[in-house]
């Protein structure tokens, strides 16, 4: 059975990402990367619990603690202030980590080259998203290409399922693909009880209210 | 004036790397990463004092523990040999990292973009070189592409000024530009005398002999 290695925060768009992972046949490697996030605590248990649910066996949670160092986010320097939700903004909102998922995809692709995995499942979004740069298709592309020249087989290639899919319609896959929900946490702020209030809770409840669907973890308001 | 962050990693080509930088009139912003390679600590102390003698304000050392748990290579696998030099050999090395040098970059590129350095320059050499893939032109052209793409500004560049040369061109230039020979460390295998026996000293102790130099770092034989 082939291999992939999937991307999982432990959040809802990467949870769906490993349906489809499932879905298309492969056998999951979870690879899991905290970067001393606010959330980092809940992140990870929120991705033990999905992988519990699908079984899996190879899991990496790896750690980069020079993201928070270099710092520029508000989700990794604590005296920059997670920002209320405005999903109209234009400019880069504060929650943006400088380059971060270059270093996400540079350990799974390092995993995936010793392991003999060929695929790696990013859960990125680009409509109905906080616009970072690095979740845009073309990036994926871009990054394919480094992949192709940089690695000693050249043969992995990277898989944005839902990148072109809109919140709500991540909501009804993931409903359709029998996606453990509740287990996930996409709060920017909050490990107990999410904020209702940063721009992933806001992208997420507006998702789950365009599908006509309740959200089934617990919110402030 | 300008900044721009060098990868240093204690050798002789990122020496060479950073006195081109400081020629084409940047100010030197050090980037050392360990990954627990086996000549870490050696590698590391080379870096502060090539530092020190260009009087570097700015250093970040980072680690990357996830090199050495991923494994796969006997830079970072105790239990992988490092081999015995041969110039000639066709199939990679095994000291080969997987898709090491994507990591590196990540780190910079995260740095620069929050310090405002508009360049990042590494020593990778594509002729004279163990034949890595992500040390080859063409992967830094791709490299430069995802950087467009996937950072706010997208201004950033990767430079490679010694990327063409051959090793004894390497040493002829380091000679030219001042560079502190004497405080470098290549060795892939011991920290106190070089052993002179790995690929990298073999190349530069060739380089070396074919510049018409001799090197001034202690060798085993």
Redesign the interface.
């Known amino acids: 059975m082939a291999k992939a290695v999937v991307l999982m925060s432990g959040g809802l768009d990467s949870c769906v990402t490993a349906a489809c992972a499932k879905r298309d046949g492969y056998e999951l490697m979870a690879l899991h990367i905290s970067y001393h996030q606010r959330t980092e605590n809940r992140e990870e248990t929120a991705f033990h619990r999905i992988c519990d649910y699908y079984e899996v066996q190879e899991r990496?949670v790896?750690?980069?603690?020079?993201?928070a160092?270099?710092?520029?986010s508000c989700l990794t320097d604590p005296n920059i202030a997670v920002e209320e939700a405005d999903l109209n903004r234009t400019e880069?909102p504060n929650s943006?980590?400088?380059?971060?998922?270059?270093?996400l995809?540079?350990?799974a692709?390092?995993?995936a080259?010793?392991e003999g995995a060929d695929r790696i499942y990013i859960g990125a979004v680009a409509e109905d998203s906080s616009g970072y740069?690095?979740c845009?298709p073309?990036?994926y592309a871009?990054?394919n290409?480094?992949?192709?020249?940089?690695?000693?087989q050249?043969h992995i290639r990277i898989e944005t399922p839902i990148i072109h899919l809109r919140k709500r319609d991540i909501v009804r896959l993931g409903i359709e693909l029998g996606v453990p929900i509740h287990l996930t946490w996409s709060c920017y702020q909050n490990e107990e009880v999410a904020c209702g209030r940063c721009d992933s809770c806001a992208l997420r409840l507006r998702g789950f209210a365009e599908a006509g669907m309740s959200d089934p973890i617990p919110y402030v308001r």
């Open positions: 990496f790896g750690s980069i603690d020079h993201l160092r270099i710092g520029g880069m943006y980590v400088p380059f971060r998922n270059a270093h995809l540079s350990v692709v390092s995993w080259e010793v740069p690095d845009r073309e990036y871009a990054f290409e480094v992949i192709r020249l940089g690695t000693h050249g």
